[in-house]
C-alpha cells in the first residue's frame, strides 16, 4: 500500500476520516478480543467504536469549516 499525500482539504479531511475510524476499529476489535468476546461480538464493538468516532473533532483538526444550515 503505497502513501498519497492528499490536497484539498476535503481529501484530507477524508483521510483523518479514514484513519480515525480503522484506529478506533481495531484498537475496539482487539480489547474485545482480549476481553474474551467471540469473533462476532469483537466485530459490534468495532463497528460501535466507528460510530462513535467524535467527527466534529475531525473537522475542527481538519481546519474544514462547518456551516450551520
Given amino acids: 500500500m503505497r502513501a ?3 490536497t484539498t482539504p476535503t481529501e484530507k479531511l477524508a483521510e ?3 484513519q480515525a475510524c480503522l484506529e478506533a476499529a481495531l484498537t475496539a476489535y482487539e480489547t474485545a478480543r482480549a476481553d474474551g468476546l467471540c ?3 469483537a466485530w459490534e464493538c ?3 467504536a466507528m ?3 467524535k467527527l466534529e473533532e475531525l ?3 481538519a481546519g474544514a469549516g462547518v456551516s450551520d444550515r
Fill in 16 to 18: 483523518a476520516i479514514r
Fill in 51 to 53: 460510530r462513535a468516532v
Fill in 59 to 61: 473537522i475542527k483538526q
Fill in 4 to 6: 498519497e499525500q492528499t
Fill in 39 to 41: 469473533h462476532e461480538g
Fill in 46 to 48: 468495532a463497528i460501535d
